[in-house]
């Protein structure tokens, strides 16, 4: 089994910035792909960024592409999810997620273990 933990998320204007860490214990964080998904209310959870369980691989939702930048540290078994530039349909509650996979996977199906998310609220 592989815990995460979200921290991190909270109140901002348009404008601001924001870092989400994830904390991850049970079994080697290395060997597993990270990704950051997030779900407004009323709609589908949908993917944010992922990256592979080297750092070398990054992807990231058209919607946040340049704003966004997913990291991890395998050392210290976290991921983080730094935020820029946050506008209000940014307003989500957010999901870290991990996947033993070694392809970078976009679909909440291709992920195998949740946080219990974070929410992060942009007001105008």
């Known amino acids: 089994q592989v815990q995460l933990v979200e921290s991190g998320g909270g109140l901002g204007q348009a404008g601001d910035s924001l870092t989400l860490s994830c904390a991850v214990s049970g079994r080697t964080f290395a060997n597993y792909a990270m990704g950051w998904f997030r779900q407004a209310p009323g709609k589908e959870r949908e993917f944010v960024a992922a990256?592979?369980?080297?750092?070398?691989?990054?992807r990231y939702a058209d919607a946040v592409k340049d704003r966004f930048t997913i990291s991890r540290d395998n050392t210290k078994n976290t991921g983080h999810l730094q935020m820029n530039s946050l506008k209000p349909e940014d307003t989500a509650v957010y999901y870290c997620?991990?996947?033993?996979?070694?392809?970078?996977?976009?679909?909440?199906?291709?992920?195998?273990?949740w946080g219990q998310g974070t929410q992060v609220t942009v007001s105008s």
């Open positions: 997620a991990a996947d033993p996979g070694l392809a970078i996977m976009t679909s909440v199906a291709s992920y195998d273990y």
């Open positions: 990256i592979s369980w080297s750092g070398i691989s990054t």
